[in-house]
């Protein structure tokens, strides 16, 4: 979420984006909150757990439409 682990911008408001990057850039503290917040959310959608995940959803949908 927003101020939490990361920074949500309008899509394509690009002077929300400049504004957020100056934030980042202006303040080490905000930096260092966001990056030691988002380390779980990271971990979660690294590419061996989402490749894992989504061969568990294909598995589990040809296994349903072999039962029909």
């Keep these: ?3 939490h ?3 949500l911008v309008p899509r394509g408001d690009a002077d929300a ?3 957020a990057i ?3 850039v202006d ?3 905000l930096r ?3 990056s030691s917040a988002a ?3 990271v971990a979660e959608y690294a590419a061996e757990r989402v490749y894992a995940r989504l061969e568990e959803l294909l598995r589990d949908a040809a296994l349903r439409g072999a039962a029909r």
């Design 1 to 3: 979420t927003t101020d």
């Design 5 to 7: 682990n990361g920074l």
């Design 17 to 19: 984006l400049a504004a």
């Design 22 to 24: 100056r934030r980042l």
């Design 27 to 29: 303040d080490e503290a």
């Design 32 to 34: 260092t909150r966001l």
């Design 39 to 41: 380390a779980p959310s």
